[in-house]
């Protein structure tokens, strides 16, 4: 088992920076593969970024170039996603997931544990 539990989310204003936080708690197998998605209102779970044990990273088409993921492996497991040039189309609950094994990182189904979200709110 896994826990995940995000931090860092807010009120920001267009073109803003924002850093959130993920903090896993439990098996360190579960933690090879680390995520972010964000989910907007009436809009399906949108993949932004994945870091694997190692540190090479993914990520998604609307955020390249103005996100930056990353981990620390110690002493505690936390993965970070750093959000600069923000725009409102980037309000959305950001979600931190983790997987020992994913073939398609853009595919949430593959993930194995889930944190419960942090909001993030970009105004124009």
């Known amino acids: 088992q896994v826990q995940l539990v995000e931090s860092g989310g807010g009120l920001v204003q267009s073109g803003g920076s924002l850093r959130l936080s993920c903090v896993a708690t439990g098996r360190a197998f579960y933690t090879n593969n680390m995520g972010w998605f964000r989910q907007a209102p009436g809009k399906e779970r949108e993949f932004v970024a994945v870091?694997?044990?190692?540190?090479?990273?993914?990520y998604g088409d609307s955020v390249k170039g103005r996100f930056k993921i990353s981990r620390n492996d110690s002493p505690k497991m936390t993965v970070y996603l750093e959000m600069d040039s923000l725009k409102p189309e980037d309000t959305a609950v950001y979600y931190c997931?983790?997987?020992?094994?994913?073939?398609?990182?853009?595919?949430?189904?593959?993930?194995?544990?889930w944190g419960r979200g942090t909001q993030v709110t970009v105004s124009s």
């Open positions: 997931a983790a997987a020992s094994r994913v073939w398609h990182v853009e595919t949430p189904s593959e993930y194995d544990f």
């Open positions: 870091v694997r044990t190692g540190g090479s990273t993914e």
